[in-house]
């Protein structure tokens, strides 16, 4: 093949009207301008070949998908250049390079698909060398072994059960999302404490199978040792503070702390040690406002950093950083990237799920660290007939993902 000429590429009014004349089906770009082994901004006529990308992507409501990398954007950094392909999945084959897990180029990378090749080992595949610190992408052949395995004279009794702390006026409906997803994730009997005046609010609201208990006092959750794990936080409010910062540092079961929980424990003086001296093994999941809270107002930076430095030398403790590329920590452990999803995931109640998924992991007998990988993958809704694209358009409810 000779040398690419700038005519060689179609004008965008002209590729469009072809789509149109044939019904105005959905269009679906190719992006694979150039390799992993090119540097720098795109030279003509690639960089007009990109532009024509993302002109008809932006207003031909194209489908971009980008071989191996996103043309524009470094394999290795993740720098974007200017013109570089913005596209909506990127198939990258092999290995994950680790320029695509960067921050800076999460926006032109999209969802990230790892296509393996026979030649290399999955595991290698899916893993990430950056300097001395190891990554992996999360996938469900690399979180297989973490599931737990039922026998089949398995009961209820032995599925795990999992007591939320969730819901105050005005957001109850937290606490269901969170009860629910812990039965969606196969925890054999789920509690769901609320405060003795919201009893008859929140008994008609929860799936039949959650059973409610009502408390004078968050204090009273530590009273009772049936449950094997805890979720706690989900539309709380703050009104109970003292209480729920109590219940996170003495209860001893493995617990998953979200929202509220972590405001609590983020407002309490000389934190810096008290998320290393929590009563039991935990999983933190907040969503970047929370982190900040967390890290004492401070702006986080890199992602992969924050979580990086926060886990180090804290024993028993992980954190799983919520965002369009969900980053799961543990000392010890190499950091996790969930990579699938879309945008149509920017919807309240996502993270109140993932709270009560986690938490039926963690009932089941998972680590805390392997409940937030499997959670984190679990709560994203395969593509779909009718799923929202990466244009923004539409949402995705949790209803919608049970449907």
């Known amino acids: 093949m000779g040398a690419l000429e700038k005519g060689d590429f179609c004008e965008i009014e002209s590729a469009w009207a072809l789509v149109s004349d044939c019904g105005g089906g959905p269009l679906l770009l190719l992006d694979g301008l150039v390799g992993i082994g090119a540097r720098g901004a795109l030279r003509s006529p690639l960089s007009e070949g990109a532009g024509e990308i993302n002109a008809l992507r932006e207003r031909g409501y194209a489908q971009v998908v980008a ?41 032109h990378v999209g969802r990230l698909v790892l296509i393996p090749l026979q030649e290399l080992d999955f595991e290698s595949a899916a893993g990430v060398e950056d300097g001395e610190s190891k990554m992996m992408v999360l996938t469900p052949v690399e979180l ?14 032995q599925a795990g059960r999992v007591g939320v702390v969730a819901g105050s006026r005005g957001m109850f409906g937290a606490a269901c999302l969170s009860s629910e997803g812990a039965l969606r994730a196969g ?62 540092r003495k209860v001893p079961l493995p617990a998953v702390l979200d929202a509220d929980a972590l405001n609590a424990l983020a407002a309490v003086d000389g934190k810096e040690e008290l998320w290393g001296a929590l009563g039991g093994p935990r999983l933190l999941t907040p969503h970047p406002g929370e982190m900040r809270r967390i890290l004492g107002g401070h702006e986080m930076g890199d992602r992969a950093d924050t979580v990086r430095r926060f886990v180090e030398g804290r024993n028993g403790l992980a954190l799983l950083l919520k965002g ?38 963690l009932a089941q007998g998972c680590a805390v660290f392997d409940a937030g990988c499997l959670s984190a993958l679990a709560v994203c809704p395969r593509r779909r007939a009718g799923h929202p694209g ?14």
């Open 67 to 107: 071989v191996d990398i996103p043309s524009g954007v470094d394999g290795d950094t993740g720098e974007v250049y200017e013109g570089a392909v913005r596209a909506d999945i990127t198939c990258t084959v092999g290995a994950v390079k680790s320029g695509l897990l960067a921050d800076s180029a999460t926006d």
């Open 144 to 157: 297989r072994e973490a599931l737990p395995v039922r026998g089949f004279d398995f009961h209820k009794g």
């Open 324 to 361: 369009a590329r969900t980053v799961i920590g543990q000392d010890g452990r190499p950091l996790a990237f969930n990579t699938s999803g879309s945008p149509g995931m920017a919807t309240g109640g996502m993270g109140d799920v993932l709270t009560g998924v986690a938490a039926g992991l």
């Open 187 to 248: 925890a054999g009997l789920v509690t769901l404490y609320v405060l003795e005046e919201d009893y008859e609010i929140v008994v008609g609201m929860v799936a039949s199978e959650v059973m409610v208990c009502p408390v004078a006092s968050y204090r009273a959750v530590l009273e009772h040792p049936v449950d094997d794990a805890l979720a706690i936080g989900p539309g709380l409010g703050r009104s109970r503070d003292s209480e729920v910062i109590e219940l996170c």
């Open 390 to 403: 990466g244009w923004g358009v539409g949402r995705i409810t949790f209803s919608r993902i049970c449907a």
